[in-house]
């Protein structure tokens, strides 16, 4: 089965060639059109290693890599490099279930894809004989900046340029980024939001400027999940903690289980649903965001609008308007009617806004139910879930428990957890009631002195590292940056 834009369905690629190209020239994302004819092994999952269900997930989804190339670059992406070496554990907490995704290289849910997509891509480029070098473009909410330097920090024949919005990022997120050495990496702030970032990385895609500039030099390729190389590899968790689960007897085999997810870009909940589609027996999927609703109204309405205010929450990996992963769910449910995509993401940029009727919209509602919670909400979740239970969360975390407590889930609960509290230590520290004080060094020893949670050594070091990266410029400038930074090819 070969990949094909959510806008026209003529545009198609195979996996790897759509991992390369990160979007179609289109403007679409590279999508599946029946995820469901693929066939997670479920009978296998109880005896299956967090790096077996990788490979057996990565195989199914990118089908031009063999066997042994998914091996060789799972377990070079992976081993030795998480906390854990099931890379994503699953503590209980109260009656629900947290599946701690932060546990790699950078603190991060996103270490997980970022942590294999430099070597999907590597072996992209020499399956598919390009002889240019690869220049990534991320635009970043916090998270997937650090993750992407760190993935791709002097991996040969390619090049990384990371734009995060200038004060939009938490001061321990930006830290980590601006003190990110590298030969071949490049961060530089946007006075502007996320979603300026991102649109402005999406329009270099598609410049015709920037792609004779780069002919014949280097060829661009995104480290956002719009890329589904990004995508794939966050499969794999959902079956892990299914697998867990069966494992504790938790459940018997077949049982439906309820996901909950702090949703920002769609990425992370898509992956879900993608893992149901191919066999999870997951019930349903809770879209939690924070007081940029959007996606709450979208899947309660049907009707996206992105004409709202634009909120500075203490959960800034999801301060976003426009989700970009959304685009492969509404291909779905669209019955794959690229026309019809095309249409809505046309009213979506001209106007702010589209609407799902009839099928399309009972066919997003099937699989997900949706709620937000306000700064307030999450703090006062931080609060209650370490006075009860002992359990430290971050604010994103915070943000899917809440709104889980004002949810009736039948099932058993598992909510996902993207981020460690250590980058949040303001926020998290005002929500146990302690003063946070200026410096977020301090406020880290002081988080750590209070909880006795160990600080992660990725954040710890960050204190005694030298800032890097000074740049600021207006989203107007980013084409011209992204040219002169690819300059160093020639
Ligand atoms: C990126 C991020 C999210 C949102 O994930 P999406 O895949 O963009 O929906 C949530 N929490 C944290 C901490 C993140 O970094």
Redesign the pocket.
Known sequence: MNYQSTRNHMHTATASEAILKGIAPDGGLYMLPDPGALSFPMDRLENMTSLDISMEALSLLLPDFSASEIRAIVEDSYRGKFETGDLTPLVKVGDRFILELFRGPTS???DVALSVLPRLIAAAQKKNGVKEDILILAAT????GKAALAGFCDVPGTRIVVFYPYGGVSAIQQAQMVTQPGGNVSVCAIRGNFDDAQSGVKAIFTSPHAAKALAGKAVLSSAN?INIGRLAPQVMYYFKAYGDLLRKNEIGPGEAVDFVV????????LAGYLAKRMGLPAGRFLCASNANNVLTDFLLTGVYDRNRPFHQTVSP??DILVSSNLERLVYLAAGCDGKAVAAYMQSLAQTGRYALEGQAKAAVQADFEAGFADDGQTKKAIRRVYEDHGYLM?T?TAVAWDVADRFPLQNKTVVLS??SPYKFCAAVLSALGEEAGEDEFAQMERLNRITGVPVPGNLAVIRSLPTLHRDVIDRAEMEGYVLAKAGGFQ
């Open positions: 991060a849910f996103k909410s916090g998270d997937t999940s702090p949703t920002g870009n769609f990425g992370n909940i990996s999801m971050d994103h993207t981020a």
